[in-house]
């Protein structure tokens, strides 16, 4: 094969120019470590307001009198690094809010429209009706893309392979039958193995039964999503498809992420000379009103929801201050969450301080100046702040799931006596668990050589995206092997799956 490969990246977030999680994380370091790799992405993104303002020098590439109703452009950019496509659509992208929620946290009402509008037209780049460019790939991230692979598949002409990742199963977009006949998708879509589902349509459902390949975000969550009670209903359809089904995990951007030159923090410092932190730290605990003292600094940087188990901390929070643990918590989300939060700091001034809201240059300053980053998630696809935690020194105290699992060495006797344990690790997920945690967490590190120890093992792990993004290509490579002239896709063989 000549040239690099084409693959479109369909995605809701991309950092820089929007992101509400670790989704654009991903989507925002994927392509860029797939350049070096010899992979050419293009990405296709909504256009909210905050991306349209971010645009350098934008492009008519396609127009549409009605998609879903609306007036919409497709726009060709290239903004950070990154060559996008942008769905410039006013009626559904223009407004102040969320990219999936309202002023008031309630989920758009149109947003099978918006999300089904950029997959339709997401479908219409894969299916090569821009002049400029084809890919060879079509690869949807989560829900709010996935309809772009039901578009491909059930298209008259053309088709291209089509990947589906799932960065969390927890999010599915699912809907009234009655939009069905919206969604311009011929009668066949409608059935058990297309859109169809319980009933109703989901969209992630529809991507995961028109991909012709399927991944997830750590080798754990592959597993544990086959498992009713990781499944979220689509445990059987995952199961039906696990040969085409492949974790890989997730990477770094460590030009994002890198404490020598990390522009949010006071003091910049490298593997080397990790003591440094110490003045990130003070600066942390002034931040958020906290003592200044040697107790453990516990940092809390997380979406406030069930799946992040954050409710269970607010519970033993109480009986973990008098221990000696101090509290940083920046997050948004459930509003009860968020209150017992803000109640428990009043409760404890000086020793638990909380910042409800979504503030990036803090969220690089937790990991700068926290002694241990605090993860009780009851699930975590992969998980990136444990991964940025390791790369700052500062020590993940984690559940042993998903990603979490697959990425953290527990400081258990043999780990410690060797070196190379890397954080804490606990299961089940519940308060008892969680408490021993913290506790075993406050022993270690009152134990000066240990927690050093752990430091300098954390911050030696190599999480960036080379080994990963080596993975996807070799998977991109394939699946653009197995289509045949006829443009079907040929399941890949038992060997080509075991080498992937
Ligand atoms: N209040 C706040 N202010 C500033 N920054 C904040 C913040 N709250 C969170 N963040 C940031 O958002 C990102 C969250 O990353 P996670 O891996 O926890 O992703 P999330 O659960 O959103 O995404 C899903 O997708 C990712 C990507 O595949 C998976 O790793 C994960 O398991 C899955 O649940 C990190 O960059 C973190 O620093």
């Known amino acids: 094969?000549?040239?690099?490969?084409?693959?479109?990246?369909?995605?809701?977030?991309?950092?820089?120019?929007?992101?509400?999680?670790?989704?654009?994380?991903?989507?925002?370091?994927?392509?860029?470590?797939?350049?070096?790799?010899?992979?050419?992405?293009?990405?296709?993104?909504?256009?909210?307001?905050?991306?349209?303002?971010?645009?350098?020098?934008?492009?008519?590439?396609?127009?549409?009198?009605?998609?879903?109703?609306?007036?919409?452009?497709?726009?060709?950019?290239?903004?950070?690094?990154?060559?996008?496509?942008?769905?410039?659509?006013?009626?559904?992208?223009d407004r102040s809010g969320g990219p999936y929620l309202d002023e008031n946290g309630a989920d758009w009402e149109d947003n099978w429209q918006r999300f089904g509008a950029l997959s339709k037209a997401a479908a219409d780049v894969a299916l090569g009706k821009l002049k400029e460019w084809e890919p060879q790939v079509i690869h949807a991230h989560d829900w709010q893309s996935a309809l772009s692979l039901a578009y491909v598949r059930y298209a008259?002409?053309?088709?291209?392979?089509?990947?589906?990742?799932?960065?969390?199963?927890?999010?599915?977009?699912?809907?009234?039958?009655?939009?069905?006949?919206?969604?311009?998708?011929?009668?066949?879509?409608?059935?058990?193995?297309?859109?169809?589902?319980?009933?109703?349509?989901?969209?992630m459902k529809a991507g995961l039964s028109s991909a012709d390949v399927i991944t997830t975000v750590s080798p754990t969550y592959a597993r544990e999503i086959r498992r009713p009670e990781n499944g979220m209903g689509l445990d059987g359809l995952i199961n039906h498809r696990e040969n085409d089904l492949y974790g890989i995990l997730n990477g770094i951007d460590d030009d994002v992420w890198n404490p020598p030159e990390d522009p949010y923090i006071t003091k910049q410092y490298s593997a080397r000379n990790y003591q440094m932190r110490r003045q990130?730290?003070?600066?942390?605990?002034?931040?958020?009103?906290?003592?200044?003292?040697?107790?453990?600094?516990?940092?809390?940087?997380?979406?406030?929801?069930?799946?992040?188990?954050?409710?269970?901390?607010?519970?033993?929070?109480?009986?973990?201050?008098?221990?000696?643990a101090k509290f940083a918590v920046l997050g948004q989300g459930d509003n009860a969450i968020e209150r017992g939060f803000l109640a428990a700091s009043q409760r404890h001034p000086g020793r638990i301080g909380v910042k409800v809201?979504?503030?990036?240059?803090?969220?690089?300053?937790?990991?700068?100046?926290?002694?241990?980053?605090?993860?009780?998630?009851?699930?975590?696809?992969?998980?990136?702040?444990?991964l940025y935690g390791l790369r700052y020194g500062c020590v993940p105290v984690v559940t042993r799931v998903g990603g979490l699992a697959?990425?953290?060495?527990?400081?258990?006797?043999?780990?410690?006596?060797?070196?190379?344990?890397?954080?804490?690790?606990?299961?089940?997920?519940?308060?008892?668990?969680?408490?021993?945690?913290?506790?075993?967490?406050?022993?270690?590190?009152?134990?000066?050589?240990?927690?050093k120890s752990m430091q300098r093992a954390g911050m030696r792990s190599d999480f960036s995206w080379g080994r990963s993004a080596a993975r996807y290509v070799d998977l991109y490579r394939q699946v653009i092997a197995n289509y045949d002239a006829k443009k079907t896709f040929r399941p890949l063989s038992r060997a080509i799956r075991a080498a992937l």
């Not at 690089?364 to 605090?374: F, T």
């Not at 697959?406 to 008892?432: R, W």
């Open 1 to 93: 094969m000549s040239g690099p490969i084409r693959v479109l990246s369909v995605t809701s977030e991309l950092y820089p120019l929007i992101k509400t999680g670790g989704l654009a994380d991903v989507t925002g370091a994927l392509p860029l470590a797939l350049k070096d790799q010899g992979v050419e992405v293009r990405s296709f993104i909504p256009g909210y307001r905050s991306v349209m303002s971010k645009l350098e020098n934008p492009r008519v590439v396609k127009t549409y009198n009605n998609l879903f109703g609306s007036k919409a452009a497709i726009l060709a950019d290239e903004v950070a690094g990154h060559k996008i496509y942008v769905l410039d659509c006013p009626d559904f992208f």
């Open 156 to 203: 008259n002409f053309g088709n291209i392979p089509r990947i589906m990742t799932i960065h969390n199963l927890a999010f599915q977009g699912r809907y009234d039958a009655k939009i069905f006949k919206k969604l311009g998708l011929p009668k066949k879509a409608w059935a058990m193995n297309g859109v169809e589902y319980y009933g109703g349509i989901g969209y």
């Open 280 to 324: 990130n730290r003070f600066d942390l605990e002034t931040e958020f009103g906290l003592f200044h003292d040697e107790d453990p600094l516990f940092v809390i940087c997380s979406r406030m929801t069930w799946q992040k188990g954050v409710d269970m901390l607010l519970e033993l929070l109480d009986e973990l201050v008098p221990m000696g």
């Open 357 to 386: 809201g979504y503030e990036e240059p803090i969220a690089h300053r937790m990991q700068a100046g926290g002694d241990a980053i605090l993860i009780p998630s009851r699930f975590e696809p992969c998980g990136l702040t444990q």
């Open 406 to 451: 697959d990425t953290i060495i527990d400081a258990n006797e043999a780990s410690v006596s060797l070196g190379c344990a890397t954080g804490v690790q606990f299961y089940p997920p519940d308060p008892f668990h969680l408490k021993q945690a913290v506790v075993r967490t406050i022993k270690l590190y009152n134990d000066k050589t240990a927690w």
